[in-house]
Nanobody, 126 residues
Framework: QVQLVESGGGLVQAGGSLRLSCAAS????????FGWFRQAPGKEREFVAA????????YYADSVKGRFTISRDNAKNTVYLQMNSLKPEDTAVYYC???????????????????WGQGTQVTVSS
């Protein structure tokens, strides 16, 4: 089992940047694949980015491709989401999620991830 704690959210102007962190407990961090999801008010939770156990493969939603970067530091048990060129439509609660299973073709599906953090608010002003 792993526990996830997100941090780094906040208020930023359009065009700005934020880096979200997801700290994971436990000694088996490297065995997990991770994803970032977000949920805006009145909308369903949506996939943002994912990274495989090895960190060698990453995946992004079309809406964030080229602006966001997911990475992991196994030595620090932490996953990051670097968000650049932020837009007002990026405003949402961002969630970190972990899967003990290797990511398959459904890496974008929330059901692939068993463990979730509590979320961190990101607000982008225009």
């Amino acid at each position: 089992q792993v526990q996830l704690v997100e941090s780094g959210g906040g208020l930023v102007q359009a065009g700005g940047s934020l880096r979200l962190s997801c700290a994971a407990s436990g000694r088996t961090f490297s065995m997990y694949a991770f994803g970032w999801f977000r949920q805006a008010p009145g909308k369903e939770r949506e996939f943002v980015a994912a990274i495989r156990r090895s960190g060698g493969s990453t995946y992004y939603a079309d809406s964030v491709k080229g602006r966001f970067t997911i990475s992991r530091d196994n030595a620090k048990n932490t996953v990051y989401l670097q968000m650049n060129s932020l837009k007002p439509e990026d405003t949402a609660v961002y969630y970190c999620a972990a899967s003990i299973r290797p990511l398959g073709i459904n890496y974008y599906w929330a059901g692939e991830y068993r463990y979730w953090g509590q979320g961190t608010q990101v607000t982008v002003s225009s």
